[in-house]
T-cell receptor, first 111, second 114 residues
Framework: GENVGLHLPTLSVQEGDNSIINCAYS??????FIWYKQESGKGPQFIID?????DKRQGQRVTVLLNKTVKHLSLQIAATQPGDSAVYFC??????????FGKGTRLSVIA | GAVVSQHPSWVICKSGTSVKIECRSL??????MFWYRQFPKQSLMLMAT?????????EQGVEKDKFLINHASLTLSTLTVTSAHPEDSSFYIC??????????FGDGTRLSIL
């Protein structure tokens, strides 16, 4: 069935390096995508979103890239910090349907 | 600050007990709220969509008589896990979307059934 999945379940990066977290989606009808960060014992926290009419969007230290041709979404975190350690989820949405979450990637920052 | 508030954050109770979890939207009205369940090291799975003033919409495989949802006001939705058993132990998270904003999540309720 259609789903949102991730290429890497775990990612370890050195503090100060850039992190790239990937996500694949299979539903070409999805038109809105969100990246969430979830720390242990907490609910997901919004990081950045992007609509399907865009291919790149930047925030503070984060960039989301969308490649509709291959149905791929990525989250780039610049100068990764220990506070960035968490599980990151991509979520996709189609019109009039709820958010669907991917499997998640755990990011571990090595000091 | 938080736009969605959940209470309680942690519940431990005996098997057979019914447990009520509250989800409140802060500073905005939510005609729709969402309830998710998350098992350890897994993703969030949508259980149901709570609709103010009408019946909730449950996802396939979620027992509506087991997970009672009430959305009686524009700022409050409740999820009651009836006759809870150890297999119901999980992290329950609610969500709502302020107007013209992304969907926001509460900090979850950890339910442990002994």
């Amino acid at each position: 069935g259609e789903n949102v999945g991730l290429h890497l379940p775990t990612l370890s990066v050195q503090e100060g390096d850039n992190s790239i977290i990937n996500c694949a989606y299979s539903n070409s009808a999805s038109d809105y995508f969100i990246w969430y960060k979830q720390e242990s014992g907490k609910g997901p926290q919004f990081i950045i979103d992007i609509r399907s009419n865009m291919d790149k969007r930047q925030g503070q230290r984060v960039t989301v890239l969308l490649n509709k041709t291959v149905k791929h979404l990525s989250l780039q975190i610049a100068a990764t910090q220990p506070g960035d350690s968490a599980v990151y989820f991509c979520a996709e949405k189609r019109r009039n349907t709820p958010l669907v979450f991917g499997k998640g990637t755990r990011l571990s920052v090595i000091a | 600050g938080a736009v969605v508030s959940q209470h309680p954050s942690w519940v431990i109770c005996k098997s057979g007990t019914s447990v009520k979890i509250e989800c409140r939207s802060l500073d905005f009205q939510a005609t729709t709220m969402f309830w998710y369940r998350q098992f350890p090291k897994q993703s969030l799975m949508l259980m149901a969509t709570s609709n103010e003033g009408s019946k909730a919409t449950y996802e396939q495989g979620v027992e509506k008589d087991k997970f009672l949802i009430n959305h009686a006001s524009l700022t409050l939705s409740t999820l009651t896990v009836t006759s809870a058993h150890p297999e119901d132990s999980s992290f329950y998270i609610c969500s709502a979307r302020p107007s013209n904003q992304p969907q926001h999540f509460g900090d979850g309720t950890r339910l442990s059934i002994l």
